[in-house]
């Protein structure tokens, strides 16, 4: 299913949808880690650099997906193993995945198995929450400022009792 706030995603995407459903249909359903109550969807995708990142909500895992625009020729020897990518919340190891029909990717893991999901719904609100968080660059860090020390004039016993002096 296709995340219906984005009705223009690329065929790539929609392929790989396609492709995680399928892999559904023919190898998890009725495995114990399948949760009935989710389906495949493709959660905030969108460009980035030469790849398409978003969230990929499938029955059985959540992962941030990185996707080559252009279709990578799949190598299985890639499959597994460990790559670091930067994305603005900092560097995360992504694993290399893919198969023949979708080619060589770059995935997170956010959640497996599902069960911690029984509607859609709450599957798409952490999807796009978490992506949200790894989009999102660290508040900067102001040196030298200390808000939650109480005034210098002050005591913490008196702040916490109300007793603040001007």
Do not use: C
């Not at 969807?41 to 499938?58: C, N, P, R, S």
């Not at 080619?103 to 719904?121: D, R, V, W």
């Not at 709450?122 to 200390?146: D, H, K």
């Amino acid at each position: 299913m296709i995340d219906q706030e984005q009705s223009n995603l690329d065929p790539r995407v929609v392929e790989m949808v396609e492709r995680f459903e399928k892999i559904g249909e023919l190898n998890m359903r009725g495995l114990p880690v399948y949760n009935e109550s989710l389906q495949v969807e493709a959660i905030g995708f969108q460009d980035y650099g030469e790849e398409y990142l978003g969230v990929l909500v499938t029955p059985w895992f959540m992962n941030v997906i990185l996707l080559p625009q252009d279709k990578a020729t799949m190598d299985y020897s890639l499959v597994a193993s460990p790559t670091d990518e930067t994305l603005p919340a900092g560097t995360w190891q992504f694993m290399f995945g893919g198969d023949d029909v979708v080619g060589l990717y770059k995935s997170l893991s956010l959640h497996s198995p599902m069960f911690a999901f029984n509607t859609q719904e709450l599957a798409r609100i952490e999807a796009r929450r978490r992506l949200t968080s790894l989009l999102t660059p660290p508040a900067p860090v102001t040196e030298g400022v200390n808000q939650h020390r109480a005034p210098a004039n002050h005591s913490r016993r008196a702040f916490l009792r109300g007793q603040v002096n001007s």
